[in-house]
């Protein structure tokens, strides 16, 4: 019932920008926390962003603060993520998440968008 599908990842240069989008195919979307989250070769998942049901308290990562920001469409049922001034370290695998009210952890996931930034 919950299906989340990244878009608009790809390879750039570092100081290059994308905007990824993740889009649900659910009735509820306006109801989640959406977050973005990233995980490079040889290392764990991280967290990227997150966003509020109703667009409020966006917070981010230390290591993407004033360089991604991240939004959401409600009425389309999607959450971006803008990428500015990339980085060879910004390299990794994309995905996006939902939180379900009331929920401690994020629990729906989608497949995953690679970026990758070359020097």
């Known amino acids: 019932q919950v299906q989340l599908v990244e878009s608009g990842g790809g390879s750039v240069q570092a100081g290059d920008s994308l905007r990824l989008s993740c889009t649900d195919s659910?009735?509820?979307?306006?109801?989640?926390?959406m977050g973005w989250f990233r995980q490079a070769p040889g290392k764990e998942r991280e967290f990227v962003a997150g966003?509020?049901?109703?667009?409020?308290?966006?917070y981010y990562a230390d290591s993407v603060k004033g360089r991604f920001t991240i939004s959401r469409d409600n009425v389309k049922n999607t959450v971006y993520l803008q990428m500015n001034s990339l980085k060879p370290e910004d390299t990794a695998v994309y995905y996006c998440a939902a939180r379900m009210p009331r929920a401690e952890k994020y629990d729906f996931w989608g497949q995953g968008t690679q970026v990758t930034v070359s020097s």
């Open positions: 659910g009735r509820t979307f306006s109801t989640y926390t």
């Open positions: 966003i509020r049901w109703n667009g409020g308290n966006p």
